[in-house]
């Protein structure tokens, strides 16, 4: 399974955080181009924050992975 950052609509977002509810990040990611995918096939089943920021906004919210 992927992320991905195009269904956001948020284009110009250059860095993706992925955390665990206790706060530990289990991904950090430059994004170079809207389409670019990440992978997350390695992460247990679990709620998960994410942040995409960029110099002047950022995005946060809830990610529910279901295997």
């Known amino acids: 399974k992927k992320f991905n950052k195009k269904n956001l ?3 110009d977002l250059k860095k993706f955080n992925l955390y665990e509810l ?3 990040a289990v991904i950090t990611k430059q994004l170079i181009n809207k389409s670019e995918m990440i992978d997350i096939k390695e992460l247990a089943s679990g ?3 994410y942040h995409l920021t960029n110099e002047a906004q950022a995005l946060a ?3 529910v992975i279901a295997r």
Do not use: A, D, L
């Open 9 to 11: 609509r948020h284009n």
């Open 22 to 24: 206790t706060g530990r």
């Open 47 to 49: 709620t998960y924050i």
């Open 61 to 63: 919210g809830k990610c």
